[in-house]
Each structure stands twice: as C-alpha cells, then as structure tokens.
C-alpha cells in the first residue's frame, strides 16, 4: 500500500504505517490511541468503511468514509459478503460484550507535523 502511495505522488515521509492494526478494531482505535487522531478518512470498500465508522463513531472519533470501487469478481463478492456479516457481529460482540482492546496498543507514535 505504502508504495502504491508513493507511486502515486505522496511523499514518503508523510506516511506512517500502523504495523499493529491486525484487524479493524485495532486499526481504528490505534488511530486515537497510539497515533493521537480524532478525525480520520477511511479509504476501503463500502462493507469495511461501515464496520469502520461504526468502531469510530462508538470510540467518540469524527470519521468519515471513502469508498472504493467493489471487487469486480462475483465469487469475491459474494465471499466478501458472507465474511463481513459474520465480521458485523463480531465488531458488535467487542465492542459491546467484550469491551476488547486492540491487541498491541503500544506507545505513542508522533505523525508528521502539517505543513502551513
């Protein structure tokens, strides 16, 4: 993804991979917890961009979301499809049973400064 990006254009100090978000959860509450953010753009498919914003939302973070074009492939829909519902209700189960924390939470990451 990193060097897609920098094919791209971006410039490779202004990014900063997260090694630890092992899943969504992780991915999101990392972004508030180890990278200080509490406004953040999701890019991904439109079943993962809801799941998401719903774990940002429940975590007080002001996210929205991009979505990108599905997988051309039925057979990958149809799995994507089938694997996100089972992935909803696991999300609701952290975060509502559980109250599970991401795996590595780690030590506080400074992103690159803004350019004014």
């Given at each position: 993804m ?10 490779e100090?202004?990014i900063v991979c997260?090694?630890?978000?092992l899943?969504t959860?992780d ?11 509490s ?43 089938i694997r996100?519902r ?15 924390e ?12 803004e350019?004014?």
């Amino acid at each position: 993804m990193k060097q897609a990006l920098v094919e791209r254009g971006v410039p490779e100090d202004r990014i900063v991979c997260d090694f630890a978000g092992l899943r969504t959860l992780d991915s999101v509450v990392r972004m508030k917890e180890v990278f200080g953010v509490s406004q953040m753009i999701v890019v991904s498919q439109t079943f993962h961009n809801r799941r998401a914003l719903a774990i940002a939302r429940y975590n007080g973070m002001d996210a929205y979301a991009v979505n990108a074009p599905d997988v051309p492939n039925r057979r990958s829909r149809v799995k994507s499809w089938i694997r996100e519902r089972g992935a909803r209700v696991w999300m609701m189960m952290d975060l509502w049973l559980w109250g599970r924390e991401p795996r590595f939470l780690g030590d506080p990451v400074a992103l690159p400064e803004e350019d004014g």
